[in-house]
């Protein structure tokens, strides 16, 4: 029934990759993990949640982690929580932002397309299937 399974990261915005690499990897001391065109996946040392640095979008998010987003969209708005955005598909899966009885804003995501496979320097190289 627990439909939240983790926090899966912490996503900022900054308006140029490598600045952000430089404030975050540089001078702060996270290591790469995955990296595309418009974000980068850091590591959070204490824990496998990671900080995503992107260019997308001009917002700070928490997305959570669900087992599915259709799934989980279900039972949030049978408990009360109205979906504001979504369900979309994202690299490794779905993604949704509900809003809670209290105008808290919810991410979810899934990762049912699988999570990425990189090489030595973070690079997407391929997809874990499913």
Not at 14 to 19: A, F, T
Not at 26 to 54: C, F, M, N, Y
Not at 62 to 71: C, D, G, H, Y
Not at 73 to 90: C, Q, R, S, W
Request: glycine share 6%.
């Amino acid at each position: 029934m627990n439909q939240i399974r983790k926090v899966d990261c912490l996503r900022i915005y900054v308006d140029d990759l490598d600045k952000g690499l430089a404030f975050y990897k540089e001078k702060l001391g996270h290591k790469i993990i995955w990296r595309s065109t418009d974000a980068i996946g850091l590591q959070l040392p204490d824990q496998d949640a990671e900080l995503v640095i992107q260019t997308r979008d001009k917002k700070t998010e928490v997305n959570l982690l669900v087992e599915s987003v259709p799934e989980a969209i279900k039972e949030f708005t049978k408990a009360g929580a109205n979906l504001v955005y979504g369900p979309i598909d994202i690299p490794i899966g779905q993604y949704a932002i509900l809003k809670d009885p209290w105008d808290n804003e919810l991410a979810i995501l899934d990762s049912s397309k699988g999570l990425f496979i990189t090489d030595k320097n973070g690079n997407i190289i391929g997809q874990e299937s499913k």
